[in-house]
């Protein structure tokens, strides 16, 4: 089966930021520091960054500072957490590609840690667990030593399936893991919904901005007829998995085995998490 590993953008770009040199303590200048790192490529450096960020404007204030300050910093907290979690499992990816998994499926976990409403790192968390059971049993580790693995495919593969219905890889990957359980039944019907899927939903992106957001992505026809509808109700979530925009986006089929692709403009209320959609009929 096909991997496919994700990773979203880094929120509020700071455009033309320079490292200040006496900003250790100004969580404004780390915010700085930490995105001009990551533009570099430095992701440990960013990360170190946003932790002391954090780690200042959630602990009692040191010295005078005004309220109106102290707001302010207060206010960057969701969007280091945001940003944490996209380096975390940036880094994870780099792990990934390294062929390191115990490395990347940690990140990813931690990662999660930050956000735990990214499709994204879920996926790339139940993917990566998904090829290193398949090492594993390929060494000839057997089901009973493996089950704790397969249950938390299972489980990560449910959480993507919540924001994601339309993943047709994401049936695949839990057809098999039950198999490998000894659960033919069940492997059976998951294969049978792959097998009888009228199209699948693909390469779902946000390009955040300060206001409202870009969603796009392709929707590929499986077995509808030309021109049918499909209706999508995308919404998108804050860290604490609250609704912060929704746009229902409607897509005509293509011809079989080709794909439309979809876009619209989110107004969003608060920094953005993630993403989740429903199929309406």
């Known amino acids: 089966m096909t991997i496919l590993l994700y990773l979203l953008t880094l929120v509020a770009p ?106 994204d790192i879920h996926n790339n968390l139940a993917q990566a667990l998904y090829i290193q059971a398949s090492r594993l049993k390929e060494q000839g580790r057997s089901a009973a030593e493996l089950a704790s693995l397969y249950g938390e495919i299972l489980a990560e593969a449910a959480k993507v399936r919540a924001l994601d219905p339309g993943n047709a ?55 509808l007829a030309q021109g049918d509808p499909v209706r999508l109700r995308i919404t998108l979530v804050a860290l604490d998995g609250a609704a912060v925009g929704t746009a229902d986006i409607r897509v005509r089929a293509p011809v079989v085995d080709q794909g439309a692709s979809f876009e619209a403009i989110i107004e969003t209320t608060k920094n953005v998490a993630g993403w989740r959609y429903e199929i309406v009929q």
């Open 14 to 119: 700071w455009a033309g930021a320079q490292i200040s040199s006496n900003g250790s303590e100004n969580p404004e200048a780390l915010l700085n520091q930490a995105r001009v790192y990551a533009d570099g490529g430095e992701l440990d450096r960013s990360i170190s960054a946003y932790e002391r960020l954090l780690e200042i404007v959630t602990s009692p204030p040191r010295g005078r500072i005004d309220p109106a300050t102290a707001a302010r910093w207060k206010g960057l907290e969701p969007l280091a957490r945001l940003n944490l979690g996209i380096l975390t499992a940036a880094r994870g990816l780099d792990f990934f590609q390294a062929d390191d998994l115990d490395q990347a499926i940690a990140a990813f976990r931690t990662s999660l840690q930050w956000n735990g409403y990214s499709r």
């Open 169 to 223: 890889n994401l049936l695949l990957l839990m057809g098999y893991t039950h198999r490998n359980l000894g659960d033919e039944a069940r492997a059976s019907e998951l294969f049978a919904e792959n097998a009888g899927a009228r199209f699948e939903v693909r390469d779902i992106r946000m390009a955040i901005g300060a206001t409202d957001t870009l969603v796009s992505g392709m929707l590929k026809n499986l077995k």
